[in-house]
């Protein structure tokens, strides 16, 4: 049985490593891409600033998956890259713990309730729209995460920082796009999720943002699937 709530947090964690060894590739791979935007999220929320601890868990789960996320596809049978891997979302389930979730998994979230297949590729599609429709809003967050991941140069402004943790995403995406499922969902059933993702929002003092903006979102997943 599996809980779906955005309000249950588990107090324990046990990290099998045999059985991450033994999934299969694509469930590895939707893995890694849920853990790398829950890590995002939690390293993004605003709460993150007084839980400097689990800002720090979420560029370490970053680090360890983005870094092993293509040895995986060349080596799937290593049983060092897979213990990194599960380490890797053993930190972003830490780096959640007080900073809380961000938009993109609450509608993911909300998206599960009605049985949609939206894990790994859709997940960090998804995102990565959120976070270049809300750059004017997060620029200096998103900026300083890319830094942190040592993904631009130092010279970088926070637009160009931004940009290029995005464009990354954005390539995995395209990258991994064979496991994409593509989900039809209506204007009324996005309307419907946004109230309840508004409320939950407040909960974890997420930034309120325009409900078009979700909408948008939701519509250019849809479109560009």
Known sequence: MIALSSYLIPQLVVIDTEICQRVEKSVAIDGILTSLCIAVEAFLSPASDSNPRYKAN???SCQLLLNNLDKLINNPDDTFIRKSIAVGSYYAGLSSTHTGIGYAHM?????????????????????????????????ERIAELSRELHLCSNSADDTQASETLIERFERICSQYSDYFVSQSV??????????????EGFIFELKKLPNSLFVEALE????NG
Do not use: P, Q, W
Not at 107 to 130: A, F, P, Q, R, T
Not at 220 to 223: G, L, T
């Open 186 to 199: 209506s204007r009324d059933e996005i309307k419907k999720m946004l109230e309840d993702i508004k409320k």
């Open 220 to 223: 250019e997943i849809s479109d």
């Open 58 to 60: 979420a560029v370490i």
């Open 107 to 139: 509608i993911i979230h909300s998206m599960l309730e009605k049985n949609c297949d939206v894990h790994g590729v859709y997940y960090l599609k998804l995102l990565s729209i959120i976070l270049r429709k809300t750059m004017s809003f997060y620029n």
